[in-house]
Nanobody, 115 residues
Framework: QVQLVESGGDLVHSGGSLKVSCAAS????????MKWYRQAPGKEREFVASINVGGKIEYADSVKGRFTMSRDGSKKTIYLEMNSLKPEDTAVYYC?????????WGQGTQVTVSS
């Protein structure tokens, strides 16, 4: 069973930067799209970014131009580099993948942006 473990969440000031990571227990990047989601208090979980097998990356409009998603297959890890952070970026950030119709989520990492 694939396990996803996020790390790197922290408290940062508005305008600051942070990079979160998601390590997979297996090298699944060659076969599956990987995604980042986030969930703010009292809100539904929302899509942030994705990278497909071919390396195409897509972003939610709210983070486009500020966030950069990447992956390192040798480390079985995906990253989300976040710049120009805003208080509304405060959320728990989750990585996600779907393998043969089964969903896998990490436990999440808390990102808090103070104003």
């Amino acid at each position: 069973q694939v396990q996803l473990v996020e790390s790197g969440g922290d408290l940062v000031h508005s305008g600051g930067s942070l990079k979160v990571s998601c390590a997979a227990s297996e090298n699944i990047f060659n076969f599956n799209t990987m995604k980042w989601y986030r969930q703010a208090p009292g809100k539904e979980r929302e899509f942030v970014a994705s990278i497909n097998v071919g390396g195409k990356i897509e972003y939610a409009d709210s983070v486009k131009g500020r966030f950069t998603m990447s992956r390192d297959g040798s480390k079985k890890t995906i990253y989300l580099e976040m710049n120009s952070l805003k208080p509304e970026d405060t959320a728990v950030y989750y990585c996600y993948t779907n393998i043969l119709s089964r969903q896998y989520w990490g436990q999440g990492t808390q990102v808090t942006v103070s104003s």
